[in-house]
């Protein structure tokens, strides 16, 4: 192991520490995921199964999928570093060996390894007890699961700029959780919009990565749709990038 791969796994299995002790962020990480599919499950019954190109069940999944990245990558790691910076943990772990990417990087570790086992136990809940197909295209699935984690580390980091504290961060990250839950196909599927506003729906930050993990569980889509929402979401990542390096604070207001 390198010295980088080893410092990001010690940072990340000290934040995984402080992860158990904040209850906050545990509800947030562990049991809202399983409310919000409830609640998920629950609005699309409304819906005709007509309606739903991956049915009941493949929608749930699919959209189940997305609501665990935000609520675990992007809203559990906004309140993890935030609260980091209020501490000065941030600001003590600039004087190491560490470099920024690495410091942020372990940061989301944590967050990232509970998305993906939540992702994992979903999916094959979905194929053995929802009688799901099993996905068709893993290999989009997968570049869909790693382009969501990477946006939403990024996205989560630009919006500590905007949070003061950590009881603010629920403010913060609604605004993002909401347009993602109703415009990026995770609570409404894109099919059921009229064609103007699911195109208008096509270009928010999270509708591309969702792209390919709907991609990934009922078969590549149009190619064209692919590409764009790939262009998409490698804008929204550089815009991200930009954001973080401008903007981003490693130690409190004064």
Do not use: H
Request: glycine content about 10%; overall charge positive; hydrophobic content about 55%.
């Amino acid at each position: 192991m390198n010295a980088t791969a080893r410092r990001m796994t010690s940072l990340g299995r000290a934040e995984l520490t402080l992860l158990g002790r904040n209850k906050n962020n545990l509800f947030i990480a562990l049991l809202m995921p399983l409310m919000m599919i409830f609640v998920l499950r629950s609005s699309l019954g409304q819906m005709s199964s007509d309606e739903l190109p991956g049915g009941m069940a493949g929608t749930t999944v699919i959209g189940g999928t997305g609501l665990v990245l935000v609520l675990v990558v992007y809203m559990g790691l906004v309140s993890a570093l935030v609260a980091r910076r209020e501490e000065l943990v941030l600001k003590r772990l600039r004087t190491g060996e560490a470099t920024d990417l690495e410091i942020l990087g372990g940061a989301a570790l944590p967050s990232a390894a509970i998305a993906l086992v939540q992702c994992a136990v979903l999916a094959v809940g979905g194929v053995l007890v929802l009688d799901v197909p099993a996905p068709r295209r893993p290999d989009l699935l997968a570049l869909g699961l790693l382009a969501a984690i990477l946006l939403l580390a990024g996205l989560a980091a630009a919006t500590t700029a905007i949070t003061r504290n950590v009881e603010s961060a629920g403010l913060t990250t609604l605004p993002f959780f909401l347009i993602s839950a109703m415009g990026s196909g995770l609570m409404v599927p894109l099919d059921v919009l009229p064609d103007v506003a699911a195109n208008i729906a096509r270009l928010l930050p999270f509708s591309g990565v969702m792209e390919f993990v709907r991609a990934g569980w009922l078969g590549a889509g149009d190619t064209k749709d692919l590409m764009t929402a790939a262009l998409t979401t490698l804008v929204w990542g550089a815009l991200t990038v930009f954001a973080v390096r401008t903007w981003f604070r490693w130690e409190p207001r004064r």
